[in-house]
Structures are given as C-alpha cells and as structure tokens.
C-alpha cells in the first residue's frame, strides 16, 4: 500500500504558459501532502504544505501567486505553474503524508517540467 | 537556523561497506531519515531514527546520536544498484514537515 502518483510525468510548455501537476494518493487518505522541488544534482527544496480544505502553507522564498497549491480532496492536491518562464524548468515531486509524522511520507514518482 | 551536512560523493567497491555520515543544525529536532534517489526517480525512503542508537533494515544500517547531531547511513554488501543518491532528512514543525540534506552521491564500481 501507500501509493502516490503524479501526472504529467513529463511535460514542455512554452513560455507564458501554466501547467498542473496532480498528486493523486492511491490507496490512502492524506489530509496534508507536500511539494518539493529538485533541480539537477541538487537536494529537494520544499515549497509548500498542501492541506485539504484549507490554503497552503508556502515556504519562504516560494511566490503563493506562482505556485498555485490546491489540496481538493483527501487524495488530490495540484500544484500549477502560473505563466511559466525557463526558470521554473526543474523537477516537481510531491509526497502525501499517511500519518501525522515526517518518517511516513509517501513520494510521487515526480514530473519533469520544461519551459521553453 | 536548520541546516544538515553530507560529503557530496563516495565511491566504493562492490561487495564493500560504506558509511555515508549527516551532520545537523536545528533548533527543534524530531528524527533522522534517510532517502536513496536514483537520476530521474523519486526519493524512496531506507530508514528512520527518532532515537539514538542503531537502526537495521537488510543491508542497510542508520545510526543517530542526538547529543553529537550526528547520524549515518551504512550500506553492507555494496551492490551496483545501490549507485545513487542518498539524502539525509530531519522532521520540523513537531516532525510534520522533511528538510533535506544536498545529498551523497555514491558509485559503486565493480
């Protein structure tokens, strides 16, 4: 159990553009998921807390108005990229959290975005 | 502030042991884990030590003293699979939220 998956997989968009990104929690409930985001060679930087039925928690540094956060249903919360630049080019990764402790999150298999 | 520290590369032998050690910064602690990455996948998680003292999954050994802010991850029997990055983790917010280290990477050669 405990399956998390994400679509896209992959996506290119041209500059301007927004992109969404699901975060789909399988076979469980997760009231809180997380978005990280990883660029080449380097460590996961998390973004935000995505909390069901509430606004998300967003990191220092991370512009709300960018990275929309919506956390819909207890196993669906997505993350579009608003007007895209080559910048936001990177890896997005989310985890749901299956308990209330760091040590049983759960990651999805990531999407690859790239702005043209 | 928070802050963890890994050596960036390890390379080893097959068949071989190695010690991937973590240093940490926090002012609120809640757990030491620890994440294998291979390029292009996502994180998957190895272990998890909330208390000092050694903790064994397989081949895979984590060791935390709080009083030192020191951890490491063991791999025994060093495969060529096991090539990839291992990131060091710590709990905040009362261990509801995960911050990485820059991660290890390891390559194994035959």
């Known amino acids: 159990g405990a399956v998390v998956s994400q679509h896209p997989s992959w996506v290119i968009c041209k500059s301007g553009t927004s992109v969404k990104i699901e975060c789909r929690s399988l076979d469980f409930q997760a009231t809180t998921m997380f978005w990280y985001r990883q660029f080449p060679k380097q460590s996961l930087m998390l973004m935000a807390t995505s909390n069901e039925g509430s606004k998300a928690t967003y990191e220092q540094g991370v512009e709300k108005d960018k990275f929309l956060i919506n956390h819909a249903s207890l196993t669906l919360s997505t993350l579009t990229v608003t007007s895209a630049h080559p910048e936001d080019s990177s890896f997005y990764i989310c985890?749901?959290?299956?308990?209330?402790?760091?040590?049983?999150?759960?990651f999805g298999p990531g999407t690859r975005l790239t702005v043209l | 502030g928070q802050s963890l520290e890994q050596p960036s590369e390890v390379t080893a032998v097959e068949g071989a042991i190695v010690q991937i050690n973590c240093t940490y910064q926090t002012s609120g602690f809640y757990g030491l884990s620890w994440y294998q990455q291979h390029d292009g996948g996502a994180p998957t998680f190895l272990s998890y030590n909330a208390l000092d003292g050694l903790e064994e999954t397989g081949r895979f050994s984590s060791f935390l003293s709080r009083s030192d802010s020191y951890g490491y991850l063991l791999l025994q029997e060093l495969q060529m699979k096991d090539s990839a990055s291992y990131f060091c983790?710590?709990?905040?917010?009362?261990?509801?939220?995960?911050?990485f280290g820059a991660g290890t990477r390891l390559f194994v050669k035959a």
């Open positions: 983790a710590f709990g905040m917010d009362g261990g509801f939220k995960t911050i």
């Open positions: 985890s749901a959290l299956r308990g209330t402790h760091t040590d049983t999150q759960y």
